[in-house]
């Protein structure tokens, strides 16, 4: 992200990695599984961010939500945001699940 905006917004580039992860991610109310809960499920509810919903669902599996988990907070969103949001949200996690599994199998062969 910092490299993307490096020539037009370089300030913005920090900015979107000091308030989020310096500031917001580090305060000691929830842990780092709750957060990415929290985040995949807005970001699903908004239903046009894509990227940056791809980004968390790779968090939340680094942090140790399973692929059950990351599904079932897609789908509750179905309810809040409706049908399209969701959908979009669980086509978003089968890109990365398949994403995982290619450098898993990737691995494997080496």
Do not use: C, W
Request: proline share 5%.
């Amino acid at each position: 992200m910092i490299a993307a905006l490096a020539d037009i917004a370089p300030d913005f580039a920090t900015y979107i990695i000091e308030f989020p992860f310096g500031d917001i991610y580090s305060r000691p109310g929830l842990d780092l599984r709750s957060r990415e809960i929290a985040t995949i499920a807005a970001l699903t509810a908004l239903g046009n961010a894509s990227p940056q919903l791809k980004v968390h669902i790779h968090a939340g599996l680094n942090v140790g939500l399973s692929r059950d988990e990351i599904t079932e907070v897609i789908m509750q969103m179905a309810v809040y945001a409706g049908f399209p949001a969701a959908l979009n949200g669980l086509f978003a996690a089968k890109a990365v699940f398949a994403e995982a599994d290619a450098k898993a199998n990737e691995a494997a062969s080496v």
